[in-house]
């Protein structure tokens, strides 16, 4: 278990490494930079040259990154341009809110498609196999912004209502915090749901396929029984897949939507951040992300040499 | 054979029947479209559907129909070159690293996995922002896109198969590595890659869509249905739906029916599955 | 004071100041070279705001009189603002907290003012209130904005430096026909003085070169050269996003007389740039807000103005604009006024269009409320809630 877990972990942090030297470069080369944003702002050019030289703009790539990965070594993600704050303590706070609304719209996705899924597979072709697909792909295919702008559209104009503004803490009013959440999740987790059908479908169909279900099935043992116990189980590792690329893709991918909903979540930190050139936080977030990822990735890793052995020693 | 799978899936054969006469209408928009869509009629600003214009007019006096229809010849050509480059680039990179394997290998799984590390749409926005907004580079930033998960099933693929009788026996005749790669290892290939590659049409077609929601991509008044969902569409919607219900539903349906197509192919391609028919 | 630095943009709003002095504790004496008309307005701007002491940093420190303190914000999203206890009003200001939202996005700004949780918006164009006004359950106030996008052309480059082919572009537009699609359905043409400013402003009608000839247009174009037309470049911001209708509007117009006009929207920081070192052909930009009209000519137009990107030069024209900013008789200085329009719009030197018809909303238990033309101020010291 041990050298798998190691050889794991060397190549995560490789690609983290590769994620930050992508993301460190990558905003060099858009041109404008985050001093001439916040002077449209504040609308005083006095301090141009004085800002830029504070903010070590004047110095080389090379020796910038150096700088850079000193510091985050040590968790200094670096300043914000934009709200001078620590990036780190900006992502810290924004982190919760793409957490909870990731684990929502999962939740959501599971609570569809495990049923719908399961019930496809057992009636292969029947009226619920081909009513799931086309109800979840249905899901899938509107452009999810586009159900954000007629929900609250409508929302408001048949039942006075709306999202509360700016993130309530669930420690602060539970409910309106659900209240927040729930529309996006939903939006999300139907969509995912699509996806996640699909798979969980497939899996079982090919899990029911195996020799030792066809004889549980010849012991005589209920189907019912078959299908969610042993099938199901074995259909955990691409389950297990879709939860963890769900999350990575929930974590910073729903950016339209937090928009849309003013949550404050990592996706919409990174967009504002490229859109302020604000290379600290770009920076930053990025390597965040890469680095939650490759985490979720080897928790996921490690679960599957965890069920199934036999990946251990490939 | 054909006969047979249509009954077999007839949501799959519907849904190629729509996509095609999508394709038709988009690919000759200009034959098939009542106006110009440039051209802008100010005596008509926002004018509901009926009279001389079918589907209404946008906010400038332009038909909404026609720029529906150069619309989806816009986002559908994006979208379609953007698979077709992502997935030429996506197989060589495939073939390659699974054939060769070794350092080279190593090295480009680690860089697809770190493009997979970020979600697609925040590579896309890096990208746009880079490159800035223009209908090429938004073709460019989607093929980057699918690369990755492309090149990774490819991947899979060659390996699976470097081991088998037929490759071995080939490499043993004489044949060079070209001749393996392209008349043993590819055609094996090519089931997944369809598959792949029509999931990341669909996929393709709505992040269009989201960076022309965005501004993006291709750049108004050039018209494309994500652009066409943007801004006044949405700040008028309740005074005239009509500029932004045609083009969304013209772009749900197409990515509805690119879905079901894919999953009768994948249904179809599906070794293992296909145990069960016979 | 900071006015000195030659890389700020708007020191030319405060150059005839010779010096300032405080005489005592809350007044203070400033001696100008010669008498200027817009004083009092330009030092009402936010280019004018008292600053701190020079040791404290007021970028992180916020210190004023108004009637409301700063007391909580996250960049970009939400400011939360207390009433000031000692302000200098007595009873004043009524409300206890006022929360501003920034809602970049349109949807949720209407749904947040249907479902009550915001008690005003300001600043809406009309024909987006329109279903909110259509309600009925909501007072609104309609009126003309100052916040006028227009195309400013640099006659340092061909072939604008030729004043027919500017009068030719000019001549050839459809403004009305802007300014309400830009409103979404009722829109106001501005001369370079915005309708916003009253008295200052002039009626659209009497300006040369701005009611729509297309066949003249094109007859002039051919007289100065070009009766193949052009193709020509043209700069703007992306946000707000009324550049682009307008820009969109221009050249489907444009291509009516042969000329091609092909824009791309940048990103603010980029606008800056190209403003600063006046690398563009043609900008679409927004003038510096004031509620007087010096801003709006002198900054853009005066040869020797900080603020001018164009590179305009004209003797007649400084010396109008000159005149009138010494004119202290309002009367007076309208003619001026006006006449230095006039002069301007033969010139061409730069193409106004139209603005939408703006409208606030509010609840009606929202009292006392009265927007404000000048848009970057919303005066809330005299608003009460009747709730």
Same mark, same amino acid.
């Given at each position: 278990?041990?050298?798998?877990?190691?050889?794991?972990?060397?190549?995560?942090?490789?690609?983290?490494?590769?994620?930050?030297?992508?993301?460190?470069?990558?905003?060099?080369?858009?041109?404008?930079?985050?001093?001439?944003?916040?002077?449209? %702002?504040?609308?005083?050019?006095?301090?141009?040259?004085?800002?830029?030289?504070?903010?070590?703009?004047?110095?080389?790539?090379?020796?910038?990154?150096?700088?850079?990965?000193?510091?985050?070594?040590?968790?200094?993600?670096?300043?914000?341009?934009?709200?001078?704050?620590?990036?780190?303590?900006?992502?810290?706070?924004?982190?919760?809110?793409?957490?909870?609304?990731?684990?929502?719209?999962?939740?959501?996705?599971?609570?569809?498609?495990?049923?719908?899924?399961?019930?496809?597979?057992?009636?292969?072709?029947?009226?619920?196999?081909?009513?799931?697909?086309?109800?979840?792909?249905?899901?899938?295919?509107?452009?999810?912004?586009?159900?954000?702008?007629?929900?609250?559209?409508?929302?408001?104009?048949?039942?006075?209502?709306?999202?509360?503004?700016?993130?309530?803490?669930?420690?602060?009013?539970?409910?309106?915090?659900?209240?927040?959440?729930?529309?996006?999740?939903?939006?999300?987790?139907?969509?995912?749901?699509?996806?996640?059908?699909?798979?969980?479908?497939?899996?079982?169909?090919?899990?029911?396929?195996?020799?030792?279900?066809?004889?549980?099935?010849?012991?005589?043992?209920?189907?019912?029984?078959?299908?969610?116990?042993?099938?199901?189980?074995?259909?955990?590792?691409?389950?297990?897949?879709?939860?963890?690329?769900?999350?990575?893709?929930?974590?910073?991918?729903?950016?339209?939507?937090?928009?849309?909903?003013?949550?404050?979540?990592?996706?919409?930190?990174?967009?504002?951040?490229?859109?302020?050139?604000?290379?600290?936080?770009?920076?930053?977030?990025?390597?965040?992300?890469?680095?939650?990822?490759?985490?979720?990735?080897?928790?996921?890793?490690?679960?599957?040499?965890?069920?199934?052995?036999?990946?251990?020693?490939? | @054979?054909?006969?047979?799978?249509?009954?077999?899936?007839?949501?799959?054969?519907?849904?190629?029947?729509?996509?095609?006469?999508?394709?038709?209408?988009?690919?000759?928009?200009?034959?098939?479209?009542?106006?110009?869509?440039?051209?802008?009629?100010?005596?008509?600003?926002?004018?509901?559907?009926?009279?001389?214009?079918?589907?209404?007019?946008?906010?400038?006096?332009?038909?909404?129909?026609?720029?529906?229809?150069?619309?989806?010849?816009?986002?559908?050509?994006?979208?379609?070159?953007?698979?077709?480059?992502?997935?030429?680039?996506?197989?060589?990179?495939?073939?390659?690293?699974?054939?060769?394997?070794?350092?080279?290998?190593?090295?480009?799984?680690?860089? @697809?996995?770190?493009?997979?590390?970020?979600?697609?749409?925040?590579?896309?926005?890096?990208?746009?922002?880079?490159?800035?907004?223009?209908?090429?580079?938004?073709?460019?930033?989607?093929?980057?896109?699918?690369?990755?998960?492309?090149?990774?099933?490819?991947?899979?693929?060659?390996?699976?198969?470097?081991?088998?009788?037929?490759?071995?026996?080939?490499?043993?005749?004489?044949?060079?590595?070209?001749?393996?790669?392209?008349?043993?290892?590819?055609?094996?290939?090519?089931?997944?890659?369809?598959?792949?590659?029509?999931?990341?049409?669909?996929?393709?077609?709505?992040?269009?869509?989201?960076?022309?929601?965005?501004?993006?991509?291709?750049?108004?008044?050039?018209?494309?249905?994500?652009? @066409?969902?943007?801004?006044?569409?949405?700040?008028?919607? %309740?005074?005239?739906?009509?500029?932004?219900?045609?083009?969304?539903?013209?772009?749900?349906?197409?990515?509805?029916?690119?879905?079901?197509?894919?999953?009768?192919?994948?249904?179809?391609?599906?070794?293992?599955?296909?145990?069960?028919?016979? | 004071?900071?006015?000195?630095?030659?890389?700020?943009?708007?020191?030319?709003?405060?150059?005839?100041?010779?010096?300032?002095?405080?005489?005592?504790?809350?007044?203070?004496?400033?001696?100008?070279?010669?008498?200027?008309?817009?004083?009092?307005?330009?030092?009402?701007?936010?280019?004018?705001?008292?600053?701190?002491?020079?040791?404290?940093?007021?970028?992180?420190?916020?210190?004023?009189?108004?009637?409301?303190?700063?007391?909580?914000?996250?960049?970009?999203?939400?400011?939360?603002?207390?009433?000031?206890?000692?302000?200098?009003?007595?009873?004043?200001?009524?409300?206890?907290?006022?929360?501003?939202?920034?809602?970049?996005?349109?949807?949720?700004?209407?749904?947040?003012?249907?479902?009550?949780?915001?008690?005003?918006?300001?600043?809406?164009?009309?024909?987006?209130?329109?279903?909110?006004?259509?309600?009925?359950?909501?007072?609104?106030?309609?009126?003309?904005?100052?916040?006028?996008?227009?195309?400013?052309?640099?006659?340092?480059?061909?072939?604008?430096?030729?004043?027919?082919?500017?009068?030719?572009?000019?001549?050839?537009?459809?403004?009305?026909?802007?300014?309400?699609?830009?409103?979404?359905?009722?829109?106001?043409?501005?001369?370079?003085?915005?309708?916003?400013?009253?008295?200052?402003?002039?009626?659209?009608?009497?300006?040369?070169?701005?009611?729509?000839?297309?066949?003249?247009?094109?007859?002039?174009?051919?007289?100065?050269?070009?009766?193949?037309?052009?193709?020509?470049?043209?700069?703007?911001?992306?946000?707000?996003?009324?550049?682009?209708?307008?820009?969109?509007?221009?050249?489907?117009?444009?291509?009516?007389?042969?000329?091609?006009?092909?824009?791309?929207?940048?990103?603010?920081?980029?606008?800056?740039?190209?403003?600063?070192?006046?690398?563009?052909?043609?900008?679409?930009?927004?003038?510096?807000?004031?509620?007087?009209?010096?801003?709006?000519?002198?900054?853009?137009?005066?040869?020797?103005?900080?603020?001018?990107?164009?590179?305009?030069?004209?003797?007649?024209?400084?010396?109008?604009?000159?005149?009138?900013?010494?004119?202290?008789?309002?009367?007076?200085?309208?003619?001026?006024?006006?006449?230095?329009?006039?002069?301007?719009?033969?010139?061409?030197?730069?193409?106004?269009?139209?603005?939408?018809?703006?409208?606030?909303?509010?609840?009606?238990?929202?009292?006392?409320?009265?927007?404000?033309?000048?848009?970057?101020?919303?005066?809330?010291?005299?608003?009460?809630?009747?709730?």
């Amino acid at each position: 278990m041990r050298p798998f877990l190691v050889r794991r972990l060397i190549l995560g942090l490789a690609a983290v490494l590769g994620l930050s030297v992508l993301a460190f470069g990558l905003i060099r080369i858009i041109p404008g930079d985050a001093v001439m944003a916040q002077l449209a %702002e504040s609308g005083n050019v006095a301090d141009l040259t004085a800002a830029r030289a504070q903010l070590g703009l004047d110095r080389p790539f090379a020796v910038q990154y150096v700088a850079w990965l000193g510091g985050v070594v040590r968790g200094d993600l670096g300043t914000s341009f934009w709200s001078k704050r620590p990036v780190m303590q900006d992502l810290l706070a924004a982190l919760p809110v793409s957490v909870e609304l990731a684990v929502l719209a999962m939740v959501l996705s599971m609570l569809i498609s495990l049923p719908l899924g399961a019930a496809a597979a057992a009636r292969r072709g029947g009226a619920m196999d081909v009513g799931a697909r086309l109800l979840s792909f249905s899901g899938l295919s509107v452009p999810h912004f586009w159900i954000a702008t007629l929900v609250l559209l409508y929302g408001s104009i048949w039942f006075r209502w709306v999202p509360p503004l700016g993130y309530v803490s669930p420690r602060v009013s539970f409910g309106q915090n659900l209240e927040q959440f729930f529309i996006p999740a939903a939006i999300l987790g139907v969509h995912l749901s699509a996806r996640s059908l699909r798979l969980v479908r497939s899996s079982l169909l090919e899990a029911l396929q195996e020799d030792y279900i066809r004889t549980a099935w010849a012991k005589g043992l209920p189907g019912a029984r078959v299908l969610w116990g042993h099938a199901l189980r074995n259909a955990l590792i691409p389950i297990l897949t879709i939860l963890g690329s769900q999350f990575t893709y929930l974590l910073s991918g729903s950016v339209i939507l937090e928009d849309i909903f003013s949550l404050s979540g990592i996706g919409r930190y990174v967009v504002e951040a490229i859109t302020h050139r604000d290379y600290p936080a770009v920076q930053g977030a990025i390597l965040f992300t890469g680095l939650v990822v490759v985490g979720v990735n080897l928790v996921i890793d490690l679960t599957y040499a965890w069920i199934d052995p036999r990946i251990r020693y490939q | @054979m054909v006969g047979r799978w249509v009954r077999r899936h007839p949501v799959g054969a519907l849904s190629a029947l729509v996509l095609a006469g999508i394709l038709a209408a988009s690919a000759f928009a200009a034959l098939v479209s009542p106006h110009d869509p440039y051209a802008q009629d100010y005596d008509a600003l926002m004018r509901p559907p009926g009279g001389r214009y079918a589907l209404g007019t946008d906010y400038l006096g332009r038909d909404v129909l026609s720029r529906t229809l150069y619309g989806g010849r816009m986002s559908l050509f994006i979208s379609l070159a953007a698979i077709a480059a992502g997935t030429v680039a996506g197989t060589i990179i495939g073939l390659l690293s699974g054939f060769y394997g070794g350092w080279f290998d190593g090295i480009v799984q680690r860089v @697809m996995d770190v493009m997979m590390a970020l979600p697609s749409i925040i590579l896309a926005l890096a990208l746009m922002a880079v490159l800035g907004p223009r209908t090429e580079n938004v073709i460019l930033a989607i093929a980057t896109i699918i690369v990755p998960s492309l090149s990774r099933i490819v991947r899979g693929t060659v390996l699976q198969l470097r081991e088998r009788q037929f490759v071995e026996a080939a490499t043993a005749l004489g044949a060079s590595d070209a001749r393996v790669l392209s008349r043993h290892v590819l055609p094996n290939t090519l089931a997944p890659i369809i598959v792949v590659a029509t999931n990341a049409l669909a996929g393709a077609i709505l992040i269009e869509a989201s960076l022309g929601f965005l501004g993006l991509g291709t750049q108004l008044p050039v018209p494309s249905w994500g652009n @066409m969902l943007s801004e006044e569409a949405r700040r008028y919607f %309740e005074q005239a739906p009509w500029m932004a219900l045609p083009p969304g539903i013209a772009l749900s349906l197409t990515v509805l029916a690119v879905n079901f197509l894919g999953d009768a192919l994948r249904d179809t391609m599906d070794p293992r599955l296909r145990r069960v028919h016979s | 004071m900071l006015a000195d630095d030659p890389e700020n943009i708007k020191r030319d709003l405060f150059s005839l100041i010779k010096s300032a002095e405080a005489v005592d504790r809350y007044t203070v004496r400033i001696t100008l070279s010669e008498p200027f008309a817009p004083l009092l307005d330009n030092l009402a701007t936010v280019f004018a705001s008292i600053v701190p002491r020079a040791d404290i940093d007021y970028k992180q420190v916020v210190i004023g009189t108004g009637p409301f303190v700063l007391d909580s914000f996250t960049r970009g999203t939400r400011y939360v603002y207390k009433r000031h206890p000692s302000y200098f009003e007595p009873g004043k200001p009524y409300l206890d907290e006022i929360d501003l939202h920034i809602l970049r996005d349109f949807a949720t700004r209407a749904a947040a003012l249907r479902a009550g949780r915001i008690d005003v918006v300001d600043l809406l164009p009309y024909g987006q209130a329109l279903p909110i006004i259509k309600e009925g359950t909501l007072v609104w106030e309609r009126y003309q904005g100052i916040f006028s996008v227009h195309l400013r052309l640099n006659v340092a480059k061909a072939p604008l430096d030729n004043e027919k082919v500017r009068q030719a572009l000019s001549l050839a537009l459809n403004r009305q026909a802007i300014a309400i699609a830009l409103g979404g359905g009722e829109g106001v043409v501005n001369g370079p003085v915005p309708n916003g400013l009253g008295r200052w402003a002039m009626d659209w009608r009497k300006l040369p070169f701005f009611t729509r000839d297309v066949a003249k247009a094109r007859q002039i174009l051919r007289e100065a050269g070009f009766p193949n037309g052009f193709t020509i470049d043209a700069v703007g911001g992306s946000s707000p996003d009324n550049r682009r209708v307008i820009l969109e509007a221009i050249k489907a117009q444009w291509a009516q007389i042969g000329v091609t006009l092909n824009f791309r929207l940048v990103d603010t920081a980029t606008v800056q740039r190209v403003r600063f070192q006046k690398d563009f052909v043609i900008l679409a930009d927004n003038f510096t807000l004031s509620s007087d009209p010096d801003s709006y000519l002198f900054l853009e137009y005066h040869s020797k103005s900080s603020g001018n990107v164009g590179s305009y030069a004209d003797q007649q024209v400084d010396r109008l604009l000159e005149a009138q900013r010494r004119e202290i008789d309002p009367a007076k200085r309208q003619a001026l006024v006006h006449q230095t329009q006039a002069l301007i719009a033969q010139k061409a030197w730069i193409i106004t269009t139209g603005d939408p018809i703006y409208v606030s909303l509010a609840w009606p238990y929202v009292k006392g409320f009265r927007h404000n033309n000048i848009n970057q101020y919303l005066p809330l010291k005299n608003v009460w809630l009747d709730k």
